[in-house]
């Protein structure tokens, strides 16, 4: 089956140091991938949407210059959390499909737990 | 209105019993919905999607949508302790962009 690979798994990080996260799409080509962010005992909440090639769409509310997305090619994207702060700390997921028809699934990586001292 | 709601619970059932989640969600023109299941401090995984009006059935696991009604549900027969988990139902919105929107999870626990 589709499988996405996600590293880091836990990273502790000062507070001011950036943080970059990869998600490898491993068997098939991820056109489309998701970054979620989940809060204890909170639901995943979408932060952007990115195609390969092209620029990321952010929800409202996150700040586009903090959170940078890559998704300079069909198997890999990358969140960078920059100057981080002990508010970022969260649960970072992110997620990958081949398509946006109704017949294609998603796949989660197995998340990032970022802990901001 | 939220885009999915959900029970946020703790449902609990005992062992063997049938658990019944259920999700609503508000955008008529939404295509796929998904359940997931989420074990504390770990990622989603799929349990089953679908997208046609009716029940679909895999195993212990039956997805029930009826569209009309805006409703989708999860039935667990059996109930195992392991089942015992976070369950998020997730919709994949009529817009363009192919995300899913989540719940907030109903917490079931299955007790011995």
Redesign the interface.
């Known amino acids: 089956g589709a499988v996405v690979s996600q590293h880091p798994s836990r990273v502790i990080c000062k507070s001011g140091t950036s943080v970059k996260i990869e998600c490898r799409s491993l068997d098939f080509q991820a056109t489309t991938m998701f970054w979620y962010r989940q809060f204890p005992k909170q639901s995943l909440m979408l932060m952007a949407t990115s195609n390969e090639g092209s620029k990321a769409t952010y929800e409202q509310g996150v700040e586009k210059d903090k959170f940078l997305i890559n998704h300079a090619s069909l198997t890999l994207s990358t969140l960078t959390v920059t100057s981080a702060h002990p508010e970022d700390s969260s649960f970072y997921i992110c997620s990958a499909t081949g398509g946006q028809s109704k017949y294609y699934g998603y796949t989660f990586g197995s998340g990032t737990r970022l802990t901001v001292v | 209105q939220k885009e999915v709601e959900q029970n946020s619970g703790p449902l609990s059932v005992p062992e063997g019993a049938i658990a019944s989640l259920n999700c609503t969600y508000s955008d008529r023109g939404s295509?796929?919905f998904?359940w997931?299941r989420q074990y504390s401090?770990?990622?989603?995984?799929?349990i089953m999607?679908i997208?046609s009006n009716g029940d679909k059935e895999d195993g212990r696991f039956t997805a029930q949508l009826n569209k009309a009604s805006q409703y989708v549900s999860l039935l667990i027969r059996d109930s195992q302790p392991s089942d015992s988990a976070t369950y998020?139902c997730?919709v994949?919105t009529s817009s363009?962009?192919?995300?899913?929107?989540?719940?907030?999870?109903t917490t079931l626990q299955v007790k011995p």
């Open positions: 295509q796929s998904f997931y401090g770990k990622s989603p995984e799929l999607f997208y998020l997730a994949k363009n962009t192919g995300k899913l929107i989540f719940g907030q999870g």
